[in-house]
């Protein structure tokens, strides 16, 4: 079974950091526009996608849950 990936939106990210909160291994608050950042992502055309680990899942689909604009996912 592949890994599943993290899909993020950042451009309609209001940067509210819940997503650091839940997995600072993953996300980061950008110090320059205040936005989350996927840590090692790759972005194509505006959307950032990262895969994880299956014992990082739970934890990652607890971000995007806790998102409250909806722009993180976990495929």
């Given amino acids: 079974m592949p890994n599943k990936k993290i899909i993020h939106f950042r451009n309609d990210c ?3 950091g819940n997503c650091v909160e839940y997995s600072s291994e993953y996300w980061e608050l950008d110090d320059h526009d205040g936005k989350a950042n996927l840590i090692g992502a790759q972005e194509k055309r505006g959307i950032f996608s990262k ?5 990082d899942e739970e934890i ?6 806790s998102c409250p604009v909806n722009i993180i996912q976990v495929r």
Avoid: T
């Fill in 51 to 55: 895969s994880i680990e299956p014992f």
């Fill in 14 to 16: 209001i940067g509210c």
């Fill in 60 to 65: 990652n689909q607890q971000a995007a849950d």
